[in-house]
């Protein structure tokens, strides 16, 4: 049984937040160019704020509030078996971070990996994530899979005190500072920082070999080192182009030209609902205030070069460091959907790697897995919205496969070719609402009340987006908060230059959540059963507000009962939470 949460004990959170803002001073120490990068993103963010405080007058962000909006983060780690993940997973639990969604990513077509995986983060403040994968040994054939397990036998990643530490927190229901501190050294000296130091190069070299790379680098390692600790950027277009810049693979005019396309076709994209979306610090009354502006001419033009100049100063210039280049393309959605996530990255290094064989000696090799990914977020589909993405991205990737190299011979043509598989889709929120494909949260406004109070109760529409329609009902939509496992894949494919692999086994296994949730000891978080929750209970909240909930069919009462009653998150805080979690 687990004590009550005291004032004597730090707060999740705050751990939480002070672990990945370690975990992120860990990385740039390890990877010069991930510091780079930031301030690569922190320019671009600050380009696009100086944009919209001319679309939306009275807008205006200061450095604190800009490094929180693109300052949240997530990693990858990659865990070796079951009994390091359970490890794994009690020692996000202190912090707060709780898995959610499963990921079968050995069944993802040509991308395919030999790994299944779940995504924790906090419901509360779910800017922190980590990706977390589970090397499944029993892909390979019987003889590979005995080298491994072989070898994953003999790793110990977690030390005692970490051990004892989460076994605290769970006993007594929290940690106090001196112990949370602790606990996240732990994290960043040992767990999750990169060694240089593997194991067997001999496994090393034909789990790559057999294309296996992802394998190799969670067998043959000493710790759960991060693969990456991914940034959101307010605008991926125009980071991805500036990195490309900054790397030497773009000229100044091609860089000025697509800075200019993408802050231009930013001016209608960049509404109130794109506000209210990129920026969790604004309350609805605070957007609802700023009158919509027009940027004076040349605006773009002095935005674009003053930018050019500043990535061409020499603090800037990314080419001198060690690196890959970018990757080609963006995975996700085209640029004028938004919906899901969109992510990038800077190409996995190729770093030195020293192998401590059996019989004690030092063997120097190289290995390449850490990249530098960037994302950013857009809105939660619902199932029907998911299945026009899946039907959407198959026939845009599919356009591509007809037109390979395009985007590095004509950035501004590909990115039309790709377009316009995804024109099924709204590209506003009001509209993706209406033909409910993304979630909502729906909120009362004061015109609603005063005709709630002034109109006969029959006159009042039931219909959501009817009430919306007359201003009675303001909405917001609900960020995605997840992950894609084709675009992850992909961004895995870019990085190891290795599409897929298939299994080994003399039957490939099939992989289920259950089997995944009794091996690491946890039950999996539906976040699409939260965020229909959430939306459920807004809509009900708003129909007892305007006095018509019993005006509702006894099916529509019914459809949301059940929706709120199979939220995962059980109490009524809880469900408190889970709205803040979404931004709503």
Request: with cysteine; proline share 4%; net charge negative.
């Amino acid at each position: 049984m687990t004590a009550p949460l005291t004032d004597s004990f730090a707060d999740p959170i705050d751990m939480q937040n002070r672990l990945f803002a370690e975990l992120s001073r860990m990385f740039g120490g390890e990877v010069p160019l991930y510091d780079k990068a930031q301030l690569v993103n922190q320019i671009c963010n600050k380009t696009i704020c100086a944009l919209l405080s001319q679309l939306h007058i009275g807008f205006s962000v200061s450095d604190e509030q800009l490094d929180k909006a693109s300052g949240e983060r997530h990693g990858a780690i990659r865990i070796g078996t079951p009994s390091e993940y359970r490890w794994v997973a009690r020692f996000f639990g202190a912090f707060g971070l709780e898995p959610h969604n499963y990921y079968d990513m050995s069944n993802v077509g040509s991308r395919s990996q030999p790994i299944v995986a779940t995504a924790f983060r906090s419901m509360l403040h779910p800017e922190h994530r980590v990706f977390t994968s589970l090397l499944m040994t029993d892909y390979f054939d019987p003889q590979t899979r005995a080298r491994i397990e072989s070898l994953l036998a003999t790793r110990q990643v977690f030390s005692e005190r970490a051990k004892e530490l989460i076994t605290k927190n769970e006993r007594q229901g929290g940690l106090d500072w001196q112990d949370a501190t602790q606990l996240i050294r732990e994290g960043v000296d040992r767990i999750f920082r990169w060694t240089g130091n593997a194991r067997d190069l001999s496994l090393y070299t034909d789990l790559c070999d057999a294309g296996f790379k992802i394998a190799a680098d969670i067998a043959c390692f000493e710790s759960h080192h991060l693969n990456h600790l991914t940034p959101n950027t307010l605008c991926i277009d125009l980071y991805t182009a500036a990195m490309k810049f900054c790397l030497g693979e773009w000229t100044r005019e091609q860089f000025r030209h697509r800075a200019l396309v993408v802050l231009a076709r930013l001016v209608p994209f960049a509404d109130r609902d794109w506000l209210r979306l990129h920026f969790k610090h604004l309350l609805p009354a605070q957007s609802q205030a700023f009158r919509a502006g027009c940027p004076a001419e040349g605006t773009i033009a002095q935005l674009a070069e003053s930018l050019t100049r500043r990535l061409e100063q020499p603090d800037l210039g990314l080419h001198v460091l060690d690196h890959s280049g970018f990757k080609d393309v963006t995975e996700g959605p085209s640029h004028d959907t938004p919906v899901l996530l969109r992510q990038d990255a800077y190409r996995a290094l190729t770093e030195p790697v020293l192998f401590r064989e059996s019989d004690g000696s030092v063997v120097e090799s190289e290995h390449t897995a850490r990249f530098g990914e960037i994302e950013e977020r857009f809105y939660a589909t619902t199932p029907s919205g998911r299945d026009l993405y899946d039907r959407c991205l198959a026939a845009a990737e599919a356009e591509r496969d007809q037109n390979p190299d395009l985007d590095t011979r004509d950035i501004d043509a590909y990115e039309a070719m790709y377009a316009k598989p995804f024109a099924p889709f709204p590209k506003t929120l009001r509209e993706l609402l209406e033909q409910k494909l993304v979630y909502g949260h729906f909120s009362v406004t004061d015109k609603g009340l005063a005709a709630a109070a002034a109109s006969a109760e029959a006159e009042m529409p039931t219909d959501i987006i009817a009430l919306v329609r007359l201003g009675y009902v303001d909405y917001e939509g609900m960020r995605y908060e997840d992950f894609l496992p084709v675009s992850a894949a992909g961004i895995f494919a870019s990085n190891l230059n290795q599409y897929g692999t298939k299994s080994t086994a003399p039957t490939k296994p099939t992989y289920t959540q259950a089997m995944f949730e009794e091996l690491i000891g946890k039950r999996i978080i539906d976040a699409d059963a939260v965020c229909r929750a959430v939306q459920a209970e807004s809509m009900k909240e708003v129909f007892r507000h305007l006095g018509v909930l019993h005006r509702l069919s006894a099916s529509e009462r019914s459809d949301l009962d059940l929706a709120i009653a199979a939220n995962p998150v059980s109490s009524v805080a809880a469900k408190a939470r889970a709205r803040t979690a979404i931004g709503v």
